[in-house]
């Protein structure tokens, strides 16, 4: 059985150049093809308020589960308010993205229907540098 506390996980921040102080957030993908899942993946990630993760698209179907906090979500061309305890669906590939509208931090958990998930921005992840992600994959070796 593959178990993962979401208490103990090590979190990667994560920004865009172009708004670092408000596009940022701490982020791990813990159970995926790499961890030993074959057929699904997860991600964790928490947001501080005023704080967005920027729209992208995910090559999977995602399910995500608000943990704490509230937030705006928009997903294509339709936005809605999520709160803590919230579930919401992602379709495969269409942009969407996240803002913390609260005064605590927001905590999600994302379900993925495959166990590895390319994840597209407009602009590169700092500080991994790449706008497109293979999450799921060996982690960037740095040279």
Do not use: C
């Not at 920004?15 to 964790?44: C, M």
């Not at 995500?64 to 919230?86: F, H, K, M, N, T």
């Amino acid at each position: 059985m593959l178990t993962v506390d979401t208490a103990e996980l090590e979190l990667m921040e994560v920004w865009l150049d172009s708004d670092p102080e408000h596009q940022r957030l701490r982020v791990t993908f813990p159970i995926n093809k790499w961890a030993g899942s074959r057929d699904s993946a997860v991600v964790y990630f928490e947001i501080e308020p005023g704080n967005r993760l920027a729209p992208h698209t995910d090559s999977a179907e995602e399910i995500l589960y608000l943990i704490s906090g509230e937030a705006e979500a928009q997903v294509g061309e339709e936005r809605g308010r999520l709160a803590a305890g919230d579930l919401a669906v992602i379709p495969a590939m269409v942009p969407h993205g996240l803002v913390n509208t609260g005064d605590e931090t927001l905590k999600v958990v994302g379900f993925f229907s495959e166990a590895e998930i390319v994840s597209s921005f407009d602009e590169p992840i700092q500080p991994i540098g790449a706008a497109v992600l293979t999450q799921g994959a060996p982690a960037p070796v740095s040279a």
